[in-house]
């Protein structure tokens, strides 16, 4: 049974960093797409950021020039590089991973911006 599992999550004053980590295992077919997604209580889960096998990226207007998506294919293992982070930032993050028969989703890391 493939899973996702995601790490580095926290509490960070705004102005701060973090990073994500997003682990892929007993996946069996190919991940194409992987993204992070956000979601805040009581609202809609939200995309943050992709990126595609060849690397080719994609981020919500919000996080553009401050975030960073990356992957590790060899690894399968996605990450994403948080900057100069802002308290509406605050929210569950999870990872997501596209196959061709599955779409996988990680248990979600809290990330607390305090202002």
């Known amino acids: 049974q493939g899973k996702l599992v995601e790490s580095g999550g926290g509490l960070v004053q705004a102005g701060g960093s973090l990073r994500l980590s997003c682990a892929a295992s007993?996946?069996?077919?190919?991940?194409?797409?992987m993204g992070w997604y956000r979601q805040v209580s009581g609202k809609q889960r939200e995309l943050v950021a992709t990126v595609t096998w060849s690397g080719t990226t994609n981020y919500t207007d919000s996080v553009k020039g401050r975030f960073t998506i990356s992957r590790d294919n060899a690894k399968n293992t996605m990450y994403l590089q948080m900057n100069r982070l802002k308290p509406e930032d605050t929210a569950v993050y999870y990872c997501?991973?596209?196959?061709?028969?599955?779409?996988?989703w990680g248990q979600g890391t809290q990330v607390t911006v305090s202002s």
């Open positions: 997501n991973a596209v196959t061709p028969l599955k779409n996988y």
């Open positions: 007993n996946i069996i077919f190919t991940i194409n797409t």
